[in-house]
């Protein structure tokens, strides 16, 4: 019987404990941020970008943007959507023709 | 004499194992060198291991906060440049030309709703713009890391600027698990190094204290052994053997008197105690009972003096006349003492002459120096047959003076040569004179108190007999002529 008293002390001893430390953390953490450019639409969106800019590119930079968008929006529709989203990127820069990359 | 030392030696055996126990571990100085050691490594390995950590995991934060930074400035000069519009097409641009996906903008309006930007809506923590913030960011699902600085713009817009860290993150991860990692074997081996430094350290002491051992047992030739290596170690195991070698030649010196005390003395004393006893069985006139007590009264006085000249030698030795040391002119005293003995010496028909320089100045004791060179002359002009000449010579070597007294007497062979200094030590040669064989124990007495030697050689005939005392450094006299001649001649 005193190990049955003494066990449930010691239980709501650290229960306390826990929640303490719960409240002190601020409760339950923050839901994360969704990033919009890593969906399929954004994918689209940098599709539609290339097919703008790829008629005022010229020499091979064009034929690499079509193909890098080609194989972006692929990876996109199976669902490897950064690395789509990367591809894409790479065919937007090179049919812009400036580095249009952040620092 | 020899039961003692086996009684006193039970109850320090029994009692050494106990003062080892007392030596509790955190009052060992080995523990205390082996945890120098381990704290001084350690605390090495953690500053190297803090800085490796700033070089590499801190510049990673830096360079991006640095990009941070001048990707929000130019950001900001669009807006200057034109206005809204513009700043929403260079954050689509940027992002549309992001080859290295790690881009995160958001642009919001004073409601707090998106403009521009690739987060759905503004992250509730990012509230203040003096700070950094790392956000839990979702891509494509998967959870990720951003470090993000929130920047405000004109009519209540507000403007994040971010990148994605996740990989140096994890770079940064692996670089602080692989520091606490060297850390832990840092550790380790600081702790074996200090166990390693801690058996050294007693390895080295346990020579010291063996040889202490053996001989508080009573052993006494033992001795701490030299590493050749000539490190401290070495120079405090020489300090402590010299010290034994002196303390065995005091014990040596003790048991030497002691036994020639018994011997001795016992003659001298026998023979007053006969006298007087012969006195009182059979001197019938008070002249004759008068006549005993003072031939017993000569006895007991020369057993006195023997005993005074004991304790003179034993205060010596002790090294107590030290106090007493002052600068001396040697000339003078050798003067005296020359004309001390030069009636005694012409009585024998002995020729006394003296050659020292004009000045001989060094630092010593007056009397027990003039007392040294009063013992050598007695000798000498003890020893001497009649018409020999005895010279007193006097010089300053390259250490200090040094006074010779030659004679051409019968001299000390060189099997006794050795013993000469011995006290109560008589030679052959010495037997038919009087003397308690003191003399020239003094004279060694007074050599060593001063640092210097008593050198007895053969004069080819005779006995020559060198006192060297070597000025003390500080007071080193330099440019003491050598021997000038100044021979006092004697009939």
Redesign the interface.
């Known amino acids: 019987m005193a190990f049955v008293s003494r066990s449930t002390a010691l239980a709501g001893l650290a229960g306390i404990g826990v929640a303490t430390l719960a409240l002190l953390s601020g409760g339950s953490p923050a839901p994360p941020a969704q990033v919009t450019s890593d969906t399929q639409a954004y994918c689209r969106q940098l599709g539609d970008r290339v097919r703008e800019l790829a008629p005022l590119a010229t020499g091979p930079s064009r034929l690499m943007a079509t193909n890098l968008a080609v194989e972006g929006q692929s990876l996109c529709m199976r669902g490897e959507i950064r690395g789509g989203i990367r591809r894409l990127r790479r065919a937007v820069r090179l049919v812009a023709g400036t580095a249009v990359r952040p620092h | 004499m020899n039961d003692a030392p086996v009684a006193v030696e039970q109850p320090s055996e029994q009692a050494a194992p106990e003062r080892r126990r007392r030596v509790y571990f955190l009052n060992s100085a080995g523990v205390r060198f082996a945890a120098i050691y381990t704290g001084l490594l350690a605390i090495s390995a953690g500053a190297l291991a803090m800085f490796l950590w700033w070089a590499t995991a801190g510049l990673l934060d830096r360079q991006v906060e640095t990009?941070i930074r001048?990707?929000a400035r130019?950001l900001a000069e669009r807006w200057e440049e034109g206005g809204l519009p513009a700043l929403v097409l260079t954050i689509e641009?940027?992002?549309?030309?992001?080859?290295?996906?790690d881009?995160?903008y958001l642009l919001v309006n004073a409601q707090m709703q998106p403009v521009a930007?690739?987060?759905?809506?503004w992250?509730?923590?990012v509230q203040r713009t003096d700070g950094w913030y790392e956000?839990?960011?979702?891509?494509?699902g998967i959870?990720?890391l951003?470090r993000v600085h929130r920047y405000e713009l004109p009519n209540g817009y507000h403007l994040l600027v971010g990148r994605d860290v996740r990989t140096r993150a994890q770079l940064r991860q692996l670089l602080t698990d692989a520091l606490l990692w060297a850390m832990l074997v840092v550790a380790v081996m600081a702790t074996v190094g200090g166990l390693v430094v801690r058996s050294l350290f007693r390895r080295t002491l346990a020579n010291v204290s063996a040889t202490a051992s053996a001989i508080a047992a009573g052993d006494f030739a033992q001795r701490v052994k030299l590493s050749g290596r000539g490190d401290e170690f070495d120079q405090i195991a020489e300090m402590i053997n010299d010290m034994l070698d002196r303390i065995g030649r005091l014990m040596d010196g003790v048991r030497q008197v002691s036994n020639a005390i018994a011997h001795d003395l016992r003659t001298p004393i026998t023979r007053a105690r006969t006298r007087l006893e012969d006195a009182a069985l059979h001197a019938e006139t008070a002249p004759e009972l008068r006549a005993a007590i003072e031939r017993a009264t000569t006895d007991l006085d020369g057993i006195v003096a023997v005993f005074h000249a004991l304790l003179r030698i034993a205060e010596i030795e002790a090294g107590s006349r030290r106090s007493a040391f002052a600068r001396l002119d040697l000339t003078p005293l050798l003067g005296a003492v020359a004309e001390l003995y030069d009636a005694v010496a012409e009585d024998k028909g002995v020729r006394l002459a003296i050659d020292v320089p004009e000045n001989l100045v060094t630092c010593g004791d007056r009397e027990l120096i003039q007392q040294a060179v009063a013992n050598l002359v007695d000798n000498a002009v003890k020893f001497s047959p009649p018409g020999a000449t005895v010279r007193i010579q006097a010089m300053m070597t390259g250490t200090g003076p040094s006074i010779t007294i030659s004679d051409q007497g019968p001299g000390i062979p060189l099997t006794d040569r050795s013993r000469a200094t011995e006290r109560f030590f008589r030679g052959e040669t010495a037997r038919s004179t009087p003397g308690a064989g003191l003399g020239l124990a003094l004279v060694q007495a007074v050599a060593q108190l001063h640092g210097g030697e008593l050198r007895l050689s053969d004069g080819g005939p005779g006995l020559v007999a060198s006192l060297s005392i070597p000025a003390p450094d500080e007071r080193r006299i330099d440019g003491n002529p050598g021997v000038s001649s100044s021979a006092v001649q004697r009939p």
């Not at chain 2, 930007?117 to 809506?121: P, S, W």
């Not at chain 2, 956000?135 to 494509?140: G, H, I, P, S």
């Open positions: 990009a001048l990707d130019s641009d940027r992002l549309a030309g992001n080859v290295d996906d881009a995160i930007g690739n987060l759905g809506q992250p509730t923590p956000l839990q960011v979702q891509r494509a959870r990720s951003a």
